[in-house]
């Protein structure tokens, strides 16, 4: 079997030189890359370095080696699409169908999935136009990647920043990874909610009850969603793993801070998927100092109050009409017994049981499960990486999405 074709186009904008670095993870990691920059890309980065690195011809007008036909066949024969840095101009003129250089017209003969990586000014993502001509880009199933907020051209800062080519690159071999499942992106226009981390509850200014969960899972899922063409909002709790991609991330401590952030974002969601562990209760009383040690004194007993249930409050509201709506559940014993019964307790469509033991820690890299189903049905999920739990999630979520 050959190498993937990847097709890495490249728009006019300063973040270009970080597409270098995105080249390089390709090629290293065995994949054949044609590099298509537009006219405007090299005043950023030179066409050499782009054939040194990608060790292909690199051309930008349709009138290059036209014998060949490259404005149809590179496009045919992609594996992959991925605009890395898409700037305001490139995606308007691919929504609208133009083709006046031979990346458009690439993008018009693509049968292959196609990943978008935006790269602009705040003000230029968030006007009208740029967001209507993402949204067409991913009702027809293009995976448009939220950019990052961060530094900007100059002193600007603020959401628009090209995410980490890092990242990039690990949505791209997810998305390659799916096959022919990818050509048309199964959540493509949709909105999902993910929670991953776990809540820490204050008990003084030094001390909280938590629990040992890494968020691995939940980021596991947002990076999936991602990778599927869904614009995600990822409510991540007290977690140090890198944010995902083209996720809108946001950070809470407790319980409640989770609860009023996966609330605000659930309003419009078609799917909320609670990956987070949530503290079931938190103490009754914060003291402002640190609780000191007395000598020949035993602790006073640590009052606990219970904390609101998110998981079951979302699937009882369902804050947008058809919502589906998915809770995980660590358990160690009776795992399924224990997991239809908290299925039905919570009210949510679809519940992940996993069971916490050996190999199953927190933290791990590596997940097995059972998802069970409001229905009644099972479905078995072996050990292996979490990405392939998460997968499998999304695959039944989508099943019970209403169509549009």
Not at 11 to 38: D, M, N, Q, W
Not at 216 to 223: I, M, V
Not at 370 to 396: M, S
């Amino acid at each position: 079997m050959g190498k993937p074709q990847v097709v890495l186009g490249v728009s006019g904008g300063i973040a270009a030189y970080k597409a270098c670095e995105l080249l390089r993870r390709f090629t290293e990691s065995g994949h054949e890359v044609r590099v298509v920059p537009t006219a405007a890309a090299l005043h950023f980065v030179g066409e050499a370095t782009w054939s040194a690195l990608s060790g292909n011809p690199v051309g930008t007008e349709v009138w290059n080696e036209v014998h060949q036909v490259p404005h149809v066949r590179i496009g045919q024969g992609a594996d992959l699409v991925v605009v890395a840095p898409a700037t305001a101009d490139i995606l308007a003129k691919a929504a609208h169908g133009l083709a006046d250089d031979l990346l458009t017209n690439t993008l018009l003969t693509a049968r292959c999935p196609v990943v978008f990586a935006p790269a602009m000014h705040t003000e230029m993502w968030e006007h009208p136009a740029t967001r209507e001509n993402v949204a067409t880009l991913r009702r027809r199933g293009a995976i448009v990647i939220e950019p990052a907020v961060g530094r900007l051209t100059g002193v600007d800062t603020g959401k628009g920043r090209l995410p980490d080519p890092g990242e990039i690159f690990a949505t791209c071999l997810r998305v390659l990874a799916r096959g022919d499942r990818a050509v048309t992106a199964d959540l493509a226009g949709r909105h999902v909610v993910v929670s991953a981390g776990g809540t820490r509850e204050p008990l003084d200014p030094v001390r909280y009850l938590g629990n040992r969960s890494s968020g691995k899972q939940g980021y596991a899922l947002a990076a999936t969603a991602v990778a599927r063409g869904a614009r995600v909002t990822l409510v991540a709790a007290n977690t140090e793993l890198a944010d995902p991609a083209g996720a809108d991330v946001v950070r809470v401590g407790t319980a409640g801070q989770l609860r009023e952030a996966v609330l605000k974002a659930a309003a419009d969601a078609d799917a909320v998927v609670m990956a987070a562990a949530v503290a079931d209760f938190r103490p009754a009383r914060y003291a402002t100092g640190k609780i000191k040690k007395k000598d020949g004194e035993e602790p006073a007993p640590l009052e606990l109050v219970r904390n609101p249930d998110v998981l079951a409050e979302l699937a009882a509201t369902r804050p947008a009409p058809g919502q589906v709506v998915v809770g995980f559940a660590a358990e160690t014993d009776d795992v399924l017994a224990n997991g239809r019964a908290k299925l039905a307790r919570k009210g949510c469509d679809l519940l992940v049981v996993n069971e916490v033991g050996e190999r199953k820690a927190f933290g791990s890299e590596r997940n097995e499960a059972v998802v069970l189903d409001a229905e009644g049905g099972e479905t078995p999920v072996p050990y292996g990486p979490k990405e392939a739990l998460a997968d499998v999630v999304w695959d039944l979520v989508a099943r019970r999405l209403p169509q549009r």
